[in-house]
């Protein structure tokens, strides 16, 4: 069997965003973990729900069913409802390892999410491309959850 070898180099991923969302902190510290979790959706579109163990050592996942599925990471902080930390590989099926923040803090009559993540490994280049865009998504649909919340009165 001939061994082929290739060149590999290892990337970093640095991703920083922000946005004021019109709510409580605990509104949307709740929205966060309903988007992260059960009504998480695909920034190309439909349902991606994820299980989040929303405690220190908690797994984040993605269950497809008859075990099977997607291990994105492990909570390493949580301090609601003003941090969140997930170190793991995330979305990335090779040799990777992330680390987002979610940090919360109270902004005017609004509250300020601010995601950080940050990567290194051998990451592919095509996939990193929309990371930017797929973040601004999560938070775009967790200002939409906290609308929603307002709205029903929750």
Not at 28 to 53: D, K, N, R, T
Not at 86 to 94: R, W
Request: glycine share 10%.
């Amino acid at each position: 069997m001939l061994m082929q070898e290739t060149q590999t180099t290892v990337q970093t991923l640095n991703v920083e965003k922000s946005q004021v969302i019109a709510a409580s902190i605990t509104i949307v510290w709740e929205s966060m973990l309903e988007e992260l979790g059960p009504a998480g959706a695909h920034p190309q579109g439909g349902p991606m729900p994820m299980v989040l163990e929303a405690f220190p050592g908690g797994r984040w996942f993605r269950d497809t069913g008859n075990n099977t599925g997607h291990f994105w990471g492990s909570v390493q902080v949580i301090k609601p409802p003003k941090l969140l930390e997930i170190c793991g590989p995330l979305f990335m099926s090779y040799p990777a390892i992330s680390h987002v923040q979610y940090r919360l803090t109270e902004e005017g009559k609004g509250t300020r999410l601010s995601l950080i993540h940050k990567a290194i490994g051998l990451l592919d280049p095509d996939q990193i491309k929309g990371v930017n865009e797929g973040w601004q998504y999560k938070l775009d649909k967790m200002a939409q959850h906290a609308a929603r919340r307002l709205k029903e009165g929750k």
